[in-house]
């Protein structure tokens, strides 16, 4: 089994500094245009399943880099595992100032120690992110078959979960908080799932906007 792994396209909370979390934001314009550029970067490869989170964001980034790529006849299942993280009161709020109560020395510790944040007020822990997402995975990769699939997920929710199939699990961002419409690629081997491509770009890496390097102080 081959199971590309999709972070969604970008949307106006990403480029203004806001927590989204399980609010449903749609994509912006960037957004829709990077996921018809990661489909058409993707044309060489034949879907038989696409699994979606249920926000839109990453539900319309699916739909467009199917369509794009030319596997317009596969549907989008949804499953709630695949939801990014709930950010309880925070959502919705500037992460990198405090002007809207939002406490930036916790925002310091998810962003780059993330296994350490006590979790989000009202919301989620990313240990309890890491639970369901990694139940997912090993749910689909069960079925050890030859199919292609498609997942559609958010940056955390991501990284969640390949956290075990990363070759350093205790740096849980891995470098860095996954681009938008940046894939990953794990395949089932003898049973085993093997991260086979990381972070991968199918477009100009010239359009890679990264919003939470040091310098931008997230």
């Given amino acids: 089994m081959k199971i590309y792994i999709l972070r969604h396209g970008e949307t106006d909370s990403n480029v203004l500094g806001l927590l989204q979390g399980g609010s449903d934001m749609p994509l912006n314009e960037n957004g829709i245009r990077l996921a018809e550029l990661c489909g058409e970067g993707m044309r060489h490869i034949r879907f038989d399943r696409c ?3 249920p926000l839109q964001r990453a539900a319309h980034t699916a739909r467009i880099v199917l ?18 993280i709930s950010m309880g009161d925070w959502e919705g709020k500037h992460f990198r100032t405090d ?7 916790a925002m310091k510790v998810f962003f780059d ?3 350490h944040f006590e979790g989000f007020p009202n919301g989620e822990t990313v240990a309890s992110l890491m639970s369901r997402t ?5 749910e689909l990769a069960a079925g050890n ?7 559609s997920t958010h940056g955390t929710a991501l990284r969640a979960m390949l956290n075990p199939l990363y070759e350093d699990p205790s740096d849980f961002w891995h470098g860095h908080v996954p681009y938008n419409c940046s894939v990953s690629l794990v395949e089932t081997e003898d049973g085993k799932m093997v991260l086979k491509e990381d972070d991968h770009i199918y477009y100009d890496r010239n359009l890679i ?9 997230r």
Wanted: overall charge negative; glycine content about 4%; aromatic content about 8%.
């Fill in 51 to 53: 699994i979606t989170s």
């Fill in 67 to 84: 369509d794009h790529s030319g596997n317009t006849n596969v549907t989008l299942e949804y499953d709630d595992r695949l939801k990014e």
């Fill in 99 to 105: 002007e809207d109560g939002v406490d930036v020395s």
């Fill in 113 to 115: 120690n993330a296994l």
């Fill in 134 to 138: 990694w139940e997912f995975l090993e």
């Fill in 145 to 151: 078959d030859e199919s292609t699939v498609l997942i």
């Fill in 209 to 217: 906007v990264d919003r939470y390097s040091s310098n931008s102080k």
